[in-house]
T-cell receptor, first 112, second 113 residues
């Protein structure tokens, strides 16, 4: 498909485990963003990649969160030692020149 | 970042026009006005954006006040599928490189058949 894809769509994990969430942006999009949305809450910015520039990590809530983007394409968001408050829908978006951001369907993370 | 103010909720009847207001009194000259919407259980979806002039696309129209301190998203004929949370967001354009979107609480639009 031509849109942003994310995997897995759902992830259930136990407290203390590490998880990896994947985002496949639209081909050619230079900007990639991660957000999260807790139940009934607004979207919270996590991290932003723009081309070859250093990522903007200002939204990461703790050092348990990290993300990388390999080859300017696929991105992985890693959460170490998950906590129950990490439960949320994690959304990825990509854009070209920032005119319109295209969001993926999200990964619903549940930490038991 | 300049902030926006939107009503928490609005109701509309199906097939009637809907005007969703947004106030952004502290907008700067480099801020673009963007609108996104989020349907239930989906990621946000781009609707429209503008700088100074009114804009039209297949989804909606954007009317921007002359002083740019407010704007209105217009859905010409609301359908049940338009029921969503609508976000008005200001975004600076740094020559094509833009930072993240800052989402507020938005306006929850309900459409009655």
């Amino acid at each position: 498909g031509a849109g942003v894809s994310q995997s897995p769509s759902n992830k259930v994990t136990e407290k203390g485990k590490d998880v990896e969430l994947r985002c496949d942006p639209i081909s050619g999009h230079t900007a990639l963003y991660w957000y999260r949305q807790s139940l009934g809450q607004g979207l919270e910015f996590l991290i932003y990649f723009q081309g070859n520039s250093a990522p903007d990590k200002s939204g990461l809530p703790s050092d348990r969160f990290s993300a990388e983007r390999t080859g300017g394409s696929v991105s992985t968001l890693t959460i170490q030692r998950t906590q129950q408050e990490d439960s949320a829908v994690y959304l990825c978006a990509s854009s070209l020149a920032g005119i319109a951001d295209f969001f993926g369907p999200g990964t619903r993370l549940t930490v038991l | 970042d300049a902030k926006t103010t939107q009503p928490n909720s609005m109701e509309s009847n199906e097939e009637e026009p809907v005007h969703l207001p947004c106030n952004h009194s502290t907008i700067s000259g480099t801020d673009y006005i963007h609108w996104y919407r989020q349907l239930p259980s989906q990621g946000p979806e781009y609707v429209i954006h503008g700088l100074t002039s009114n804009v039209n696309n297949r989804m909606a129209s954007l009317a921007i006040a002359e002083d740019r301190k407010s704007s209105t998203l217009i859905l010409h004929r609301a359908t049940l599928r338009d029921a969503a949370v609508y976000y008005c967001i200001l975004r600076v354009n740094y020559g094509g490189s833009q930072g993240n979107l800052i989402f507020g609480k938005g306006t929850k639009l309900s459409v009655k058949p």
